[in-house]
């Protein structure tokens, strides 16, 4: 015997609104780089593919424009690409509990908001796009890395006791 829902409880009808709903409403972008996924390079890859194909489809083959639009193509597809890798990586390495390793580690860590701001600045061009997701540039690693920035630990003031595990001594 089924009952009447209250006039606190949601309907069947409201539930299914809510859950269609949600599966239209985008995710949040992350604010860090370390955040990134694979998922988040695809449509910022095919969203770039299609502006791209639009400008090269507008020039005649043979053209100076033609082939400048499909040499931008092919470096922003390889970076796209790229980025999925290192993303890969990134995440293999989080997962074996390597997330701090100085050296190659970190040096991925900055090509990942590298890559993807590149892609970002270059998505920016067509901001205007009704499919343009609004695409932020990543300017720090983590939150840690952010505060890193904003002030000394400590009371020192060198750069190395500053950035720690973020600054060039990471990098090989």
Known sequence: M???????????????????LAERTPRPTPLYSDDLVEADVLPLQEFLRARLAELEGRWPMGSDERFAARALTSAMLSTAMRLTEEITTWRQAL??????????????????????????????????????????????????????????????????????PYGHEAHP
């Open 2 to 20: 089924s009952r009447e829902p209250t006039e606190d409880e949601p309907t069947e009808d409201d539930i299914r609104r809510a859950l269609e």
């Open 95 to 164: 997962a074996e509990g390597r997330g701090e390793e100085p050296g190659l580690l970190q040096t991925l860590r900055r090509d990942i908001g590298h890559d993807f701001n590149q892609l970002v600045w270059a998505a920016q061009q067509w901001r205007a796009h009704p499919d343009h997701e609004r695409w932020r540039p990543r300017h720090y690693l983590n939150a840690a890395h952010l505060a890193s920035l904003l002030g000394p630990r400590s009371g020192d003031t060198s750069t190395d006791a500053v950035r720690g």
